[in-house]
T-cell receptor, first 115, second 109 residues
């Protein structure tokens, strides 16, 4: 089974621009979560989607948003980029029953650099 | 709220040394516990997990036992290799997944 895929892998933007990151979960998984990883703050939860609905949200400003499509693929968008948004953005998917519901499987991440 | 505390790094070991990375947690109930590993330039890979008390997770020579008495999930490996050099994260399955800050391991030949 193919793992979680994220595109693009690397991205360079300038302050004030916006960016959209994409995540394709493991086939059959319906839950997608997004995390931001930085050296200073570590891994921070952004949001979780399940069946196209946002189920949980972390403590990030409204510039960070996301959505999930009917095929479970998810996108996250960051508007009005700031230097501090430079980070590795990780997507994770999990299934809907039994152990799969608990275990999150991560993609390789998208590394965003804001200049 | 739920939280995970793991030992600060970095940890530097010689090849074939014994590894222990301590992890303790605070949670309501008995959540599943995980160890993830992150190699340079990559995402997180699930290393092992335990879903209930006294469960032992194991993979690639790594082991961790879910201890509810001590609220711990320490990671161990009997003989580390250079290829084990990575950052290791302890996590518990709350809403959302709650991570420790990570422990960087460097293994030298």
């Amino acid at each position: 089974k193919a793992g979680v895929t994220q595109t693009p892998r690397y991205l360079i933007k300038t302050r004030g621009q916006q960016v959209t990151l994409s995540c394709s979960p493991i086939s059959g998984h319906r839950s997608v979560s997004w995390y931001q990883q930085t050296p200073g703050q570590g891994l921070q939860f952004l949001f979780e989607y399940f069946s196209e609905t946002q189920r949980n949200k972390g403590n990030f400003p409204g510039r960070f948003s996301g959505r999930q499509f009917s095929n479970s693929r998810s996108e996250m968008n960051v508007s009005t980029l700031e230097l501090g948004d430079s980070a590795l953005y990780l997507c994770a998917s999990s299934g809907t029953s039994g152990a799969h519901q608990e275990t999150q499987y991560f993609g390789p991440g998208t590394r965003l650099l804001v200049l | 709220g739920d939280s995970v505390t793991q030992m600060e790094g970095p940890v530097t070991l010689s090849e074939e040394a014994f590894l222990t990375i301590n992890c303790t947690y605070t949670a309501t109930g008995y959540p599943s516990l995980f160890w993830y590993v992150q190699y340079p330039g990559e995402g997180l890979q699930l290393l092992l997990k335990a879903t209930k008390a006294d469960d032992k997770g194991s993979n690639k020579g790594f082991e961790a036992t879910y201890r509810k008495e001590t609220t711990s999930f320490h990671l161990e490996k009997g003989s580390v290799q250079v290829s084990d050099s990575a950052v290791y994260f302890c996590a518990l399955r709350g809403t959302p997944l709650v991570f420790g800050k990570g422990t960087r391991l460097s293994v030298i030949a």
